[in-house]
């Protein structure tokens, strides 16, 4: 199987999943984007063999499994290849077999559609080592002593320009895992127990004191506040400032023993007297553009209406007009004057030549 250099198969699909969730190519997706890729990694780890990690879908049958998983989701065919591409890419599914059309395979198999056969793959996990045991010289990367020589064998000669020097082995080390990209949108509210957990991952990624605690215990104190409508971006807002917005004292970096109950303490002011979640900052935020434009739209009506009020009774012709205008512009029918205004006033009786002539 073609597993790519420094990864392995899984030994659960779930580790496998939760590799794909939690790349750092993540960050950058829009949220449908997340959506759509969240819900081809899920249909993909629904189709696995268990035993050989592999693939068994057809494109039907993947494009039915992403809608059953998201059905707000993209599932045209191109999309999910594109998915797939990029999990190749992140060397997260290696390919065991390439599809072909029924046009160039065989003959001798009968000239049928091939489907394409991928393998999961995940990153080598490191082997746990023992610093109180000192490593065969094999593994220390030392050759055994030998008669013909009297020194230990060096596998690495001294490079040209001298030893390593002092400021080089002082290099910082890599990143921690911690200090990975977040996985879940700021901006998007987690509805399912799984989504839950990849956003209090990223709040763990955002606030560094909330990682010296699971990302489950995170989840659990988050849950109420995410089934109230909140987002990420709302909890981190809510952490660091009270419900009037003025900011805490401190911002917890320093001096917190219990990291769970401070979170739950930090929280807590953002409950009413009855324990209701209040609203979050951007729900206010949201709650205040709605109230201000019903209040523009109504003072546009009453000026509207003042205006009218102003200009007097319309005539029929100018009703019409407006009405005809409205009709246009909404793709209603467009109405036409009644039958009695399109008649004609009765002209006067004509004035007998006899008739007297009264002065004005």
């Not at 990975?180 to 987690?190: G, H, I």
């Not at 971006?233 to 003025?246: K, Q, S, W, Y």
């Not at 399109?342 to 006899?354: F, V, Y």
């Amino acid at each position: 199987m073609a597993v790519p250099a420094g990864h392995t198969i899984p030994r659960r699909v779930s580790d496998w999943v939760e590799q794909a969730l939690a790349h750092p190519g993540t960050a950058t997706m829009t949220p449908r984007s997340w959506r759509t890729y969240r819900a081809v990694v899920l249909a993909t780890a629904n189709a696995i063999d268990p035993k050989s990690k592999t693939t068994v879908f057809s494109w039907t049958s993947l494009a039915a499994a992403v809608l059953e998983v998201d059905p707000t989701a993209a599932s045209s065919r191109a999309t999910i290849a594109r998915y797939l591409r990029r999990l190749r890419d992140w060397k997260l599914l290696g390919v065991v077999a390439s599809g072909r059309t029924a046009q160039y395979a065989p003959a001798a198999g009968g000239g049928s559609n091939e489907r394409a056969v991928y393998v999961l793959s995940v990153l080598r996990p490191l082997q746990p080592v023992d610093s109180f045991e000192t490593p065969p010289l094999k593994e220390a990367g030392v050759l055994p002593r030998t008669h013909a020589r009297g020194d230990l064998a060096q596998t690495t000669p001294e490079p040209l320009r001298g030893p390593t020097p002092s400021a080089a082995q002082a290099r910082p080390a890599p990143l921690p895992a911690q200090r990975q990209l977040p996985a879940w949108p700021r901006s998007v509210t987690p509805k399912r127990k799984d989504d839950m957990l990849a956003a209090a991952g990223t709040l763990r990624h955002l606030i560094p004191v909330l990682r010296r605690i699971s990302p489950e215990h995170v989840r659990s104190i988050a849950r109420p506040y995410f089934l109230a409508g909140w987002t990420v971006a709302d909890l981190h807002h809510a952490i660091d400032h009270l419900p009037g917005g003025r900011r805490w004292p401190h911002d917890g970096a320093d001096g917190v023993g219990n990291v769970g109950a401070w979170l739950s303490y930090r929280l807590a002011v953002w409950r009413d007297a009855h324990g209701t979640v209040r609203r979050s900052n951007s729900q206010r935020i949201l709650a205040e553009q709605r109230h201000n434009a019903a209040l523009a739209r109504a003072r546009r009506e009453a000026e509207a209406a003042t205006r009218a009020a102003a200009a007097g009774p319309m005539s029929p012709g100018r009703q019409l007009a407006r009405a005809v205008a409205e009709a246009i512009r909404s793709g209603k029918p467009v109405p036409t004057l009644p039958e009695q205004s399109r008649r004609q006033a009765p002209s006067p009786a004509p004035r007998p030549l006899d008739a007297p002539i009264t002065p004005s």
